[in-house]
Every structure is written in C-alpha cells, then in structure tokens.
C-alpha cells in the first residue's frame, strides 16, 4: 500500500498483556495516524503524529499510548490490553502542505483480538 | 467539524453513472468536503475534494451546491469494483483530525 506497512497483520492476545502494532513507512511522510474500525462506528482516531516525537491524541486515545522516534516509524501501544480493544487498526500517512492536506494513505490494516 | 449525512446504502447499475449525495448543511465557509471510500475489508482511499468549485479527476467528480450545504460524487460509469462504503467528510484544511462517519455502503449491480 503505497509505502506503508503495518505488522502484524494478525494478532490474538490475552486480556492483560501488552500489544505493540507497528506501522513503518518509506514516503517520509511528516504525518502519521492510527484508527480503528469497529462495526458501526466507522473509523475512529486514536492518536496521531506530526513529527518525530510531536504526538497528540484523538477521538478514542484512552488505553493506547504512541511513539514516534523517526520519521518512518509510528508505534501503538496497548499496555494491557481489554476485549474492548479488539478491532481492526489502520496506520495512515499524509504529506504536509496544502497538497497533502487531510489526503491519507492508508495501510492494510492490522486485525487484532483479545480474549 | 460540521455533520454530514449520508443515506446508509444504494444501488447502482453497472456501467451507469452512480450519484452519491452528502448534506452538510452547517459548513462554514473555510471546511472543505472530502470523499474516500473503503472497499471490504481494505485501508479507506482518497478520492476527491473540493471547497466551492467542482472538481474533477481520474477517479470521480464532486459536485458542491452554490450555497455549499450538499455535495454529490459521481462515478460517471460505476463498475463492480466501485462496490465499497464511501465517506463524505468536511474538514478544515490542515485540520489532521479526519473524522470519519459510517458513510453510504454502494453496491453495484451486474
């Protein structure tokens, strides 16, 4: 997908213990975001990056914590995680400028369960 | 952000034209209105977007009303690969907060 890549593209994990989701990109892109999609409730922000270290939080940020220590990279951490948190998380990137504006390129997605 | 709405589903005929409307009757004047559309089970994709003048690309044309309340997306000859949820979203430029709804599901017809 256009120079992105999320891993892993499957995760079962138990309640409890912590999940890492990676998203890695070679458009060196300045923006980068995670959502999760859920039945009914369309995708849904979770946090986003706007720069290498430089995070702040969306929509559904709580239980989920970020980092960004390059520019290709942009991690989402459950520390311990819910059945609640079970979805299907997608990575975005989009340029800076008026160009690439709100224009998101989107990863395959990363589907992850939690008993 | 202003609200969108989009009806839940629609069909379409293959090789017709489909029409895809959005209301977003509280826009202010600086939001621009965005569509992406997410086939089953993929990452959403970028279709088009305008602020007051229609637009046209290789993909769709967005047809925005004079006073900018409602919008329409056209693919001019809809194919079976067209079949995905499309959502309309109106936004300040820059604004990295896009917030997607639960968009209309297109079905094409064979």
């Known amino acids: 997908d256009a120079g992105i890549t999320q891993s892993p593209r499957h995760k079962v994990t138990e309640t409890g213990t912590p999940v890492t989701l990676r998203c890695h990109q070679t458009?060196?892109?300045?923006?980068m975001y995670w959502y999760r999609q859920d039945p009914g409730h369309g995708l849904r922000l979770i946090h986003y990056s706007y720069g290498v270290k430089d995070t702040d939080k969306g929509e559904v940020s709580d239980g989920y914590s970020v980092s960004r220590s390059k520019t290709e990279d942009f991690l989402l951490t459950l520390e311990s995680a819910t059945s609640s948190q079970t979805s299907v998380y997608f990575c975005?990137?989009?340029?800076?400028?008026?160009?690439?504006?709100?224009?998101?390129?989107f990863g395959a997605g990363s589907r992850l369960t939690v008993l | 952000d202003a609200k969108t709405t989009q009806p839940p589903s629609m069909d379409c005929a293959e090789g017709r034209a489909a029409n895809l409307p959005c209301n977003h009757s509280?826009?202010?004047?600086?939001?621009?209105v965005y569509w992406y559309r997410q086939i089953h089970s993929q990452g959403p994709q970028y279709i088009i977007h305008g602020l007051k003048n229609n637009e046209t690309n290789e993909m769709a044309s967005l047809i925005i009303t004079e006073d900018r309340k409602s919008s329409t997306l056209i693919l001019p000859h809809a194919t079976l690969r067209d079949t995905a949820v499309y959502y309309c979203i109106v936004i300040i430029l820059g604004n990295e907060k896009l917030t997607f709804g639960t968009g209309t599901r297109l079905t094409i017809i064979p």
């Open positions: 458009e060196n892109h300045r923006y």
């Open positions: 975005a990137i989009s340029e800076s400028g008026r160009a690439g504006a709100n224009v998101l390129t």
């Open positions: 509280t826009i202010s004047g600086n939001e621009y």
